[in-house]
Nanobody, 114 residues
Framework: QVQLVESGGGLVQPGGSLRLSCAAS???????MGWYRQAPGNQRELVAT???????TQADFVKGRFTISRESTKNTVYLHMNSLKPEDTAVYYC?????????WGQGTQVTVSS
């Protein structure tokens, strides 16, 4: 069972950038990794995923702005966020998926506001 810890959230102005990090307690080599987010009153939604083969998917609302990447030697996954908008405000969660099991971090708050 892998444990995940997110970091890097905070307050940023519209148009700004942030990089979220997700540190895993063990190797992520065999996990598909992803980022999800949940805004108040909304359901949790997928932001971006990366398979073990390196292929990525992104939600339409972040295409061209957010990028997921992993550094397997550090057991870490990143979400690079650019051109942030107020509607990107949410708690962002890291996810690891393998053999039909999902593992979640505790989340990190991202607030986009002037």
């Amino acid at each position: 069972q892998v444990q995940l810890v997110e970091s890097g959230g905070g307050l940023v102005q519209p148009g700004g950038s942030l990089r979220l990090s997700c540190a895993a307690s063990g190797s992520i080599r065999l996990y598909s990794m992803g980022w999800y987010r949940q805004a108040p009153g909304n359901q949790r939604e997928l932001v971006a995923t990366q398979t073990t083969f390196g292929s990525t998917t992104q939600a339409d609302f972040v295409k061209g702005r957010f990028t997921i990447s992993r550094e397997s030697t550090k057991n870490t996954v990143y979400l690079h966020m650019n051109s942030l908008k107020p509607e990107d405000t949410a708690v962002y969660y890291c996810n690891a998926f393998m053999q039909q099991k999902h593992y979640w971090g505790q989340g990190t708050q991202v607030t986009v506001s002037s």
